[in-house]
């Protein structure tokens, strides 16, 4: 009984490591290479609000989903 138990657990621990994580935050230099701007552009963007970030100790963290909807909108900046 033990050991099927055991079993089970190390099936579900392989099945979780083996799953591919979505993210759903990034980095300003990812988010730099995926939009082709430069830093002090993605810099206007924050001050401007036209791409919302969070700061966490110093790094500024953006939502792919937030990247997607300024996308979708089509604006130019």
Do not use: F
Not at 33 to 39: E, K, Y
Not at 58 to 70: A, C, E, H, N, P
């Amino acid at each position: 009984m033990e050991e099927q138990i055991l079993e089970k657990i190390d099936h579900h621990l392989e099945d979780y490591n083996n799953r591919e994580v979505e993210r759903k935050w990034i980095k300003s230099s990812e988010v730099c290479q995926m939009l082709s701007c430069s830093p002090a552009t993605l810099s206007r963007y924050r001050s401007e609000g036209t791409l919302p970030c969070s700061l966490i100790q110093g790094t500024y963290y953006y939502k792919l989903s937030d990247i997607d909807q300024m996308m979708e909108d089509g604006k130019q900046y």
